[in-house]
């Protein structure tokens, strides 16, 4: 068996008693696609000079997400598009987090 196959098997097992312990709810299923989707993108060649600076950014984006969340939800309402929110919410937090590797003291936070 080769080792792409691995995680694969595990999250077939895992989405197995997800959904047998939940009664069959559909989140269960989240981890096979997870998973199927880590391997594909794992796998590609990747030249982008955008992506290790995203990489380095990536930690401060998780940890200001929220924040530009509820920015975007108080400017344009909880009807708002989630496609919308999701990639405002993710271009203002990048943005914010490229500005504060600039500057020293905040540097050191992120």
Known sequence: ?????????TAVLLSGLGLLISGG???A????G??????AFWRLPLRGKWLPLL????FGIYLIHPFFMLVAYKLFGAEVNLLF?????FVMSCAAVLV??????LARLI
Do not use: H, I, N, Y
Not at 29 to 32: H, N, P, Q, S
Not at 34 to 39: G, T, Y
Not at 85 to 89: C, G, Q, R, S, Y
Not at 100 to 105: L, N, S, T, Y
């Open 1 to 9: 068996m080769g080792r792409a196959a691995w995680p694969l098997l």
């Open 25 to 27: 709810a559909a989140w």
């Open 29 to 32: 299923l989240t981890v096979v």
């Open 34 to 39: 997870s998973v199927l989707a880590f391997e």
């Open 55 to 58: 990489g380095q950014a990536a």
């Open 85 to 89: 929110a999701a990639v405002l919410t």
């Open 100 to 105: 504060m590797r600039r500057v020293p003291a």
